[in-house]
C-alpha cells in the first residue's frame, strides 16, 4: 500500500470514528458551526414563519412593571385564563408546586378546570429534597403516553426518578400535564427539545406534544429500543428524530413569533376572540424572572419560546432533516479529493483545484440547510479535507527533501572549524548518538527575506546574505557560541555545547542584542547598494537538550535536537506576531535575572507545544524603554486579570506614547475579547502558526 493510499485510510478512519463517537470537545466546535446557518439563512430571507396557530402569552417586563413582581397572586393567573376562553388549548410553562391561600388557589383550579383545555407543565428532577404527594402522582398517570411499541426490553429513554408536580387541586382540572425539561449540549446551548422520559415504567410527554395532541386531536405513535425512540409519527408522516430522544428545533426569528403581554390579557385589552382556534403559551420573557436559554439565535431565549417553536415546527413540518450516512459520504469524498490532486505535479496547479472544494461545498451546505430544511454537516468532511491535504501534501514534502537531501549529501563534505577542533581533539564524537545536556538556543531570522528575495538578481541577493551573516557569525563567536547551521537566511546558534561556556545564557542576549545593534549600522549601506533596509527577529530559549552527530557514518551533523530547540525556534517566529526583535522563555529570563532590561509580553502556548511558557521581550537598557516596559506591564498585568476594557485603554496609551508595536497586538485583543468573552479566562495566548 502507498503512503498516500495509506494517508487517506487513516484519515478517513479517524474522522469516521470522530463523527460517530462524537467526542465533546470536537463537537463544541461543529455544533457552533452548524448554529452560523440560522444567522445566513436570516440573511438570505429564507427563515421558516411561525405558524399563525401559535400565540405566546408573555409574563414580560410591562407585565412586571405593572402588576408586580413574580411570582403574582394565583387570583391573577386565574383572571389570565379566563381571558384565555377562546383558545383550543392553553399550555403553562409555570409549575405550582406549593401550596399558596386557599382562596387562591381555589381560584386558579376553577379557572383551568373552567377552560377546559389547559395543559399544566411539570418537571423532572434527578435529585429532590421533598415527598412527593400520591395524589399528584396518581394525577400524572394519567397523562401517561400509551400508543407505542417496544422494540426490545431495554428502551434508550432518559429515567429521572424524581418529579416537581403542581398541587393536586390545580393539576385536577387540567386536560394534561407535559413536562417543561430541556437539555443543552455540551457546549451549553439549547438546540433540541426532548421528545420523551420514562417515569416509574411509564412514558411521558413534553408541553409541546401533550399541547399538539389536544390542539388537533391527533395522536402519536412511536416505537421504542435501545436506540431510544426508533420511530415517531404523527398525523401519518414519520417525524425526523435527532440522537434517539430528541427534536432539533428550528429555530425561527423571535419577532416572527405572535406575542401578547400577559398584563394586556389580565386587564381585558385584548379581545377574547383574539385567541379563538389558536394554541396558547403562558410563560415568562422577562430576563429577571431567570427562564432564558441560551440558543442558536439568542444568548437569553425564553424557556417557554422552545415549547412555542417545538409546537410549530410539528404543526407546520417545518422539521430539520439530518441525513448520517449523506455526511459520511461526503467526508469520504471530500477526502479524497487532495489524493487525486496529487496527479498535478505542481502545487499551484493543485491549489486551484483545491479552491473549488473550499468554497463550494460550504456554499452547498448553507443553501441546502435555508432552503430545504436539510442539515449537511460541515465541521467532519470539512476537517477530513483539511487533514487530508495537509497530509498528503507533507507526504510531497518529504518526498521532495528526500530528493533534496540526495543532491545535498553529494556536496556536503565539510564541517565547521569549531567541531572540526573537538573532532581532531576527541574523536569518538564521531560516533552516533549524543549527549544531554543544559544549553541555550539562539535563532535568529531575516523578516520579510521571501519578497525581499524577489526584488533582487540572484547575485545581489547571494552579495547581501554573505554581507549580513559574517558580522553576524562573528558576533555569536565572539561570544562563545557555536554556529549549529545556517537555514537559508535563519542561523541556529548553540551556547554551552560542545564546550561548556560559563553564564551561557547571558552571553546568548548579549550577542543578540549586539546582532540587532550591528544590524542598524550595517542598514544604511544595505540601504545604499541594495535599495532594502533588513530587520530581524531573534528567539531564545535555555534548556536540556541531545546534542552530538546526529547524522550517519557516511555523513555526520553535530547539532542539538529536543523540545528546548523547538521552543527557541517558536519564540523566533513570535516576534514577527508581537513586533519585536528578540524573545526570551521563562527559563532564559530566569538565568539571567535582572542582567538585561526585559519587560513581560504573557503567557504562549506555541504550536506543537501543550504546556504555556511565559516569554519576554529583550531590549536595550535606555531610560525610554524602562518607562515603556513599566507601562506596558501595568497594562498588561490588567489583561491577565481579565479587565479587557481597561487594559485596552492602558496599551492603546504605551502604543501612541511610544510608537510600540506590542501594544498595538494586545489592543486587538482587548477588542476580540470584550466582543467575545471568554468562558473561562487563563491569560494564555494560543500561537497557532509557528
Not at 416509574?200 to 435501545?226: I, W
Request: with cysteine.
Amino acid at each position: 500500500m502507498s503512503y498516500r493510499l495509506l494517508g487517506l485510510v487513516l484519515v478517513v478512519g479517524i474522522l469516521s470514528l470522530l463523527f460517530w463517537s462524537k467526542p465533546q470537545i470536537l463537537e463544541r466546535v461543529a455544533l457552533r458551526i452548524e448554529d452560523t446557518k440560522f444567522h445566513v439563512r436570516s440573511l438570505l430571507g429564507a427563515d421558516p414563519q411561525p405558524s399563525e396557530k401559535v400565540v405566546v402569552v408573555a409574563i414580560d417586563e410591562k407585565s412586571v412593571n405593572e402588576l408586580g413582581r413574580w411570582p403574582w397572586s394565583r387570583k391573577v393567573i386565574a383572571r389570565l385564563i379566563n381571558n384565555l376562553s377562546e383558545a383550543r388549548v392553553v399550555a403553562v410553562d409555570i409549575v405550582f408546586s406549593e401550596k399558596e391561600d386557599p382562596q387562591n388557589d381555589e381560584a386558579l383550579a376553577r379557572s383551568v378546570a373552567g377552560h377546559g383545555r389547559v395543559i399544566l407543565g411539570y418537571f423532572f428532577r434527578l435529585s429532590s429534597t421533598q415527598s412527593e404527594d400520591p395524589e399528584a402522582l396518581r394525577l400524572l398517570e394519567d397523562s401517561e403516553f400509551l400508543r407505542f411499541k417496544l422494540n426490545s426490553e431495554v428502551v434508550g429513554l432518559l429515567e429521572p426518578p424524581y418529579v416537581e408536580l403542581n398541587i393536586p387541586e390545580i393539576s385536577r382540572g387540567a386536560i394534561a400535564l407535559g413536562y417543561l425539561n430541556s437539555e443543552p449540549d455540551p457546549d451549553g446551548i439549547y438546540r433540541k427539545y426532548t421528545l420523551a422520559y420514562i417515569f416509574r415504567g411509564g412514558v411521558y410527554l413534553p408541553l409541546a406534544l401533550q399541547a399538539l395532541r389536544f390542539y388537533e386531536g391527533k395522536d402519536f405513535y412511536m416505537e421504542l429500543s435501545e436506540e431510544g425512540i426508533e420511530k415517531l409519527v404523527y398525523k401519518g408522516k414519520e417525524v425526523p428524530i435527532y440522537d434517539g430522544r430528541f427534536h432539533k428545533i428550528n429555530f425561527y426569528a423571535e419577532d416572527k413569533l405572535k406575542l401578547v403581554s400577559a398584563v394586556d390579557v389580565i386587564e381585558g385589552r385584548v379581545e377574547k376572540e383574539f385567541f379563538k382556534g389558536k394554541a396558547v403559551f403562558v410563560g415568562a420573557t422577562e430576563i429577571g424572572i431567570y427562564d432564558v436559554r441560551p440558543t442558536p439565535m439568542n444568548p437569553a431565549t425564553p424557556g417557554v419560546f422552545l415549547h412555542a417553536f417545538t409546537f410549530s415546527n410539528f404543526i407546520s413540518s417545518h422539521f430539520i432533516k439530518s441525513h448520517p450516512l449523506l455526511d459520511l459520504f461526503s467526508l469520504v469524498l471530500l477526502t479524497g479529493v487532495p489524493v487525486v490532486a496529487q496527479r498535478l505535479k505542481n502545487f499551484r496547479g493543485r491549489f486551484v483545484g483545491y479552491l473549488p472544494v473550499l468554497l463550494l461545498y460550504p456554499v452547498i451546505s448553507f443553501a441546502l440547510f435555508s432552503y430545504a430544511g436539510v442539515e449537511l454537516n460541515l465541521f467532519y468532511p470539512m476537517s477530513g479535507f483539511l487533514l487530508s491535504l495537509l497530509t498528503q501534501e507533507g507526504i510531497s514534502i518529504l518526498v521532495a527533501e528526500k530528493d533534496v537531501r540526495e543532491l545535498r549529501r553529494a556536496f556536503s563534505s565539510y564541517v565547521s572549524p569549531q567541531l572540526l577542533q573537538i573532532i581532531t581533539r576527541n574523536p569518538d564524537r564521531l560516533k552516533l548518538g549524543g549527549e544531554k545536556r543544559r544549553v541555550t538556543v539562539l535563532f535568529s531570522d531575516i523578516r520579510g527575506f521571501t519578497s525581499l528575495s524577489e526584488k533582487l538578481d540572484p547575485e545581489s541577493l547571494v552579495n547581501l546574505l554573505n554581507t549580513f551573516l559574517t558580522p553576524m557569525t562573528e558576533v555569536i563567536l565572539k561570544n562563545g557560541g557555536m554556529l549549529d547551521k545556517y537555514i537559508g537566511d535563519a542561523i541556529m546558534a548553540l551556547f554551552n555545547a560542545p564546550v561548556s561556556v560559563e553564564r551561557h545564557a547571558e552571553k546568548a542576549c548579549s550577542s543578540a542584542l549586539e546582532m540587532v545593534k550591528q544590524l542598524e549600522d550595517l542598514n544604511p549601506e544595505f540601504e545604499k547598494n541594495y535599495g532594502v533596509k533588513l530587520s530581524i527577529g531573534v528567539g531564545i530559549n535555555t534548556g536540556e537538550a541531545v546534542v552530538g552527530n546526529m547524522g550517519s557514518k557516511q555523513r555526520f551533523d553535530y547539532t542539538a535536537i529536543g523540545d528546548t530547540v523547538n521552543l527557541a525556534s517558536r519564540l523566533e517566529g513570535l516576534t514577527k506576531l508581537y513586533g519585536v526583535s528578540i524573545i526570551l522563555s521563562e527559563f532564559t529570563k530566569e538565568e539571567v535575572g535582572e542582567t538585561f532590561l526585559t519587560r513581560k509580553l504573557g503567557v504562549v502556548r506555541v504550536k506543537g507545544k501543550e504546556k504555556a511558557v511565559a516569554i519576554y521581550e529583550l531590549l536595550e537598557d535606555t531610560e525610554e524603554n524602562r518607562r515603556m516596559a513599566e507601562a506596558f506591564e501595568r497594562a498588561l498585568d490588567e489583561y491577565m486579570r481579565g479587565n479587557f476594557e481597561t487594559a485596552m485603554l492602558l496599551f492603546e496609551e504605551v502604543g501612541i506614547r511610544f510608537g510600540d508595536r506590542a501594544s498595538g497586538v494586545f489592543v486587538r485583543r482587548c477588542k476580540e475579547l470584550i466582543e467575545r468573552p471568554p468562558e473561562r479566562w487563563t491569560g494564555i495566548y494560543v500561537a497557532r502558526e509557528k
